[in-house]
């Protein structure tokens, strides 16, 4: 048996027994590309009333696993870069029909799996396994990313009025350790809960709903924050074991992203529903948009968000600077800045600009019960 923090796999696209993703509740994953053991694995999902999900790599690959209540991966596909490249995450299974040789066995404990089933020996503790995940699904949560193309473009305040919007139980996560800490933005620095300097420690399966509750929490919110008395860096391995873990248990997760750090962007975006770019309607702000859209994949397929300025560039011209249409514009709100100053946390009624904003964002991610597009 191998155990600890998992992750999961998939059949070829082209197969006759895919089952398409577009239903209502996630399904288990199949990871495999053996006949004789996709025979014998969707015989016992079939005995425990599931229908499989199959794939092999791709965006395809990496969203099933990411939704799917219970994967099982073949030993043949073990040792392919897909399946490799994948994350941790609970509820991975590897199934084999013969005793697993060493490298593979190096390879599973990897990949944390919960355990390595022997058919037919197992197959009643595999079926029991499927059963149970099927009695219980995995409804995830949604994750956004939120960045600046500058500077002051105001992507922690979008961050911070898209987890606001999401209340009540959402997670907004602090990448930037240089910011400030994002708990003053919601006015939370004086609520009890841990902050940045000790948590970067964690890697892999982290309990969502223990990092949930040891957080500062304001207006529905969990806020995890840099500290104001000790700047650590954020390894890239600790963002994202936060937010899948918020993910898991359920929660609508926010990270605000920092700029020059491209390890700690590119490890949130790989996971994220939605990447917004937030861009200040000026020249240079529009341009250093276009390079990172350009030139860093992990952001090329990122919404753009223009924040208004006075006497700046309009809509129309941010996107023909940055080479694509822009989704939405915030605009100039007179009582952003006072409010944070204040300490009160960013206005989002139907009426203000971040609040239009918000919805309009949450407006582009997959309803609660119908998997990801």
Same mark, same amino acid.
């Given at each position: 048996?191998?155990?600890?923090?998992?992750?999961?796999?998939?059949?070829?696209? $082209?197969?006759?027994?895919?089952?398409?993703?577009?239903?209502?509740?996630?399904?288990?994953?199949?990871?495999?590309?053996?006949?004789?053991?996709?025979?014998?694995?969707?015989?016992?999902?079939?005995?425990?009333?599931?229908?499989?999900?199959?794939?092999?790599?791709?965006?395809?690959?990496?969203?099933?696993?990411? *939704?799917?209540?219970?994967?099982?991966?073949?030993?043949?596909?073990?040792?392919?870069?897909?399946?490799?490249?994948?994350?941790?995450?609970?509820? =991975?299974?590897?199934? $084999?029909?013969?005793?697993?040789?060493?490298?593979?066995?190096?390879?599973?404990?990897?990949?944390?799996?919960?355990?390595?089933?022997?058919?037919?020996?197992? %197959?009643?503790?595999?079926?029991? @396994?499927?059963?149970?995940?099927?009695?219980?699904p995995v409804?995830?949560?949604?994750?956004?990313a939120v960045?600046? /193309?500058?500077?002051?473009?105001?992507?922690?305040? =979008?961050?911070?009025?898209?987890?606001?919007?999401?209340?009540?139980?959402?997670?907004?996560?602090?990448?930037?350790?240089?910011? !400030?800490?994002?708990?003053?933005?919601?006015?939370?620095?004086? =609520?009890? !809960?841990?902050?940045?300097? %000790?948590?970067?420690?964690?890697?892999?399966?982290?309990?969502?709903?223990?990092?949930?509750?040891?957080?500062?929490?304001?207006?529905?919110?969990?806020?995890?924050?840099?500290?104001?008395? %000790?700047?650590?860096?954020?390894?890239?391995?600790?963002?994202? &074991?936060?937010?899948?873990?918020? @993910?898991?248990? !359920?929660?609508?997760?926010?990270?605000?992203?920092?700029?020059?750090?491209?390890?700690?962007?590119?490890?949130?975006?790989?996971?994220?529903?939605?990447?917004?770019?937030?861009?200040?309607?000026?020249?240079?702000?529009? $341009?250093?948009?276009?390079?990172?859209? *350009?030139?860093?994949? /992990?952001? /090329?397929?990122?919404?753009?968000?223009?924040?208004?300025?006075?006497?700046?560039?309009? @809509? %129309?011209?941010v996107a023909?600077?940055?080479?694509?249409?822009?989704?939405?514009?915030? !605009?100039?709100?007179?009582?952003?800045?006072?409010?944070?100053?204040?300490?009160?946390?960013?206005?989002?009624?139907?009426?203000?600009?971040?609040?239009?904003?918000?919805?309009?964002?949450?407006?582009?991610?997959?309803?609660?019960?119908?998997?990801? &597009?």
């Amino acid at each position: 048996m191998v155990t600890g923090p998992p992750w999961g796999g998939a059949v070829p696209a $082209s197969s006759s027994r895919l089952t398409p993703s577009a239903g209502r509740t996630a399904r288990p994953l199949v990871v495999s590309t053996d006949e004789n053991l996709l025979d014998d694995l969707l015989r016992l999902l079939a005995a425990a009333g599931a229908e499989a999900e199959l794939a092999t790599g791709g965006p395809a690959l990496r969203r099933a696993h990411r *939704d799917a209540p219970l994967v099982l991966v073949g030993a043949d596909v073990l040792p392919t870069a897909p399946v490799q490249a994948l994350p941790r995450r609970p509820g =991975v299974v590897v199934v $084999s029909g013969a005793e697993l040789p060493p490298a593979d066995w190096a390879t599973a404990v990897e990949l944390g799996a919960e355990r390595v089933a022997l058919l037919p020996a197992d %197959e009643a503790w595999l079926l029991s @396994r499927c059963a149970a995940a099927v009695r219980s699904p995995v409804e995830q949560g949604w994750l956004v990313a939120v960045g600046g /193309s500058c500077g002051g473009a105001g992507a922690s305040t =979008v961050a911070g009025a898209l987890a606001l919007a999401a209340a009540p139980g959402a997670l907004l996560v602090d990448g930037d350790t240089g910011g !400030g800490g994002l708990d003053l933005l919601l006015g939370a620095e004086r =609520v009890e !809960g841990l902050r940045w300097p %000790e948590l970067t420690g964690l890697r892999g399966r982290v309990a969502g709903d223990a990092l949930l509750a040891s957080l500062p929490e304001t207006d529905g919110v969990h806020v995890l924050a840099a500290s104001r008395a %000790e700047a650590v860096p954020i390894p890239p391995e600790a963002l994202t &074991a936060v937010a899948l873990a918020g @993910r898991a248990a !359920g929660a609508p997760v926010v990270v605000d992203l920092p700029r020059g750090e491209p390890a700690l962007a590119e490890a949130v975006l790989a996971e994220a529903d939605l990447a917004v770019l937030v861009v200040p309607g000026r020249l240079r702000a529009a $341009s250093a948009a276009r390079l990172m859209l *350009d030139r860093a994949a /992990s952001w /090329s397929a990122a919404a753009v968000v223009l924040r208004a300025v006075p006497g700046g560039l309009s @809509r %129309e011209e941010v996107a023909g600077v940055v080479g694509r249409p822009v989704l939405a514009e915030l !605009g100039h709100d007179r009582a952003a800045v006072p409010r944070g100053e204040r300490g009160e946390p960013p206005l989002i009624s139907a009426r203000s600009p971040l609040g239009a904003l918000a919805r309009r964002l949450l407006a582009q991610l997959p309803r609660r019960g119908e998997a990801a &597009a």
